[in-house]
């Protein structure tokens, strides 16, 4: 998992893209761009924190859910 | 009377949509769509810690960055475990210090490597050849290569042929036997014979009105 430890945890690339997103809602092009990382990684990424319930999908996009944003610390 | 057993295998062909996936890589769960709006090649290898295979892997990690300059994704596969790709990967960096940076699919059930076309039994009934799949933006095939076990890869083709794709779509031209970037580039032929006469007035370097050459 590259976003998600065995623990529940975000790993490192996960945190990335949560802070990403602390803006407000976000494509996955605009959060591969802040990051950094390949676009397929952040598709995939957003979508096994959107499984873990550490982000929400807004047609297409992108918004971090309340357990997203506690587990940054926001 | 014995029954005849026939598989018959189907294999995607050039201008097919890639088939669809969605698989365990050492990246995570990866799904063709995610490779959307960019290139991206996969290829697959027989075996994880086997000779050829490790120096094709240590080849196409240096020309990684030579592939993200012109918008290219890599994605291997064989049919090996995760366990068995990660502890290969790690044995690569530490024992050469290649990093590899693209993700492995682990594709013990077959399925990717079935649709794709990448065993070819009388090669092997378990190990997938050496296969190059080249895929445009919207997810097409446009280049479809097989080596055989023993062969590793070229991977100035591999680059010549993305350079020459990319070529080709972005300026409607073909490109000619050995082409290198900055090569003189080939005009579709003509189709009528009005077309075939303008041709040859155009200014282009004319073999004949069916082969004539143009810079870009």
């Known amino acids: 998992m590259p976003c998600i430890s065995p623990d529940g945890k975000p790993t490192e690339t996960g945190i990335k893209m949560l802070k990403a997103l602390q803006g407000g809602i976000g494509a996955p092009e ?3 761009q802040t990051t950094g990382l390949p676009l397929f990684r952040v598709r995939s ?3 096994e924190l959107a499984q873990a319930g550490m982000v929400e999908p807004k047609n297409g996009d992108y918004v971090i859910a309340s357990r997203g944003a506690e587990l940054i610390g926001e | 009377m014995e029954e005849s057993r026939e598989q018959t295998i189907s294999f995607p062909r050039i201008g097919d949509p890639a088939p669809d996936f969605e698989a365990v890589t050492t990246h995570g769960v990866l799904r063709r769509e995610d490779f959307k709006g960019g290139w991206l090649i996969i290829f697959s290898h027989p075996a994880d810690f086997t000779p050829v295979c490790t120096t094709e892997f240590i080849a196409f990690t240096e020309i990684y960055p030579d592939l993200e300059k012109r918008g290219v994704q890599l994605l291997g596969l064989s049919v090996d475990s ?3 790709h990660i502890a290969w990967v790690r044995n690569v960096e530490d024992k050469t210090g290649f990093k ?17 076309g990448m065993i070819h039994p009388g090669q092997s009934k378990t190990e997938t050849v050496r296969c190059v799949f080249i895929i445009d933006p919207k997810q097409i095939i446009r280049t479809i290569l097989y080596y055989p076990l023993t062969t590793g890869r070229n991977m100035d083709e591999i680059l010549r042929i ?9 300026n409607a031209v073909a490109t000619p036997a050995n ?4 090569d003189m580039v080939v005009i579709p032929p003509p ?5 075939a006469e303008e041709r040859m007035k155009q200014g282009y370097e004319c073999v004949d009105w069916y082969l004539c050459r143009k810079k870009l």
Not at chain 2, 100 to 116: G, H, M, N, Q, R
Not at chain 2, 164 to 170: E, F, R
Not at chain 2, 179 to 182: A, H, I, L, N, V
């Open chain 2, 191 to 195: 189709n009528t014979q009005e077309m």
């Open chain 2, 82 to 84: 995760i366990t068995s």
């Open chain 1, 45 to 47: 990424g957003l979508r």
């Open chain 1, 30 to 32: 605009a959060v591969a």
């Open chain 2, 162 to 170: 993305v350079d020459a794709l990319q070529t080709t779509d972005a």
């Open chain 2, 179 to 182: 082409w290198r970037p900055g």
């Open chain 2, 100 to 116: 590899i940076p693209f993700p492995i699919i682990a594709d013990l059930s077959k399925e990717v490597s079935t649709a794709y």
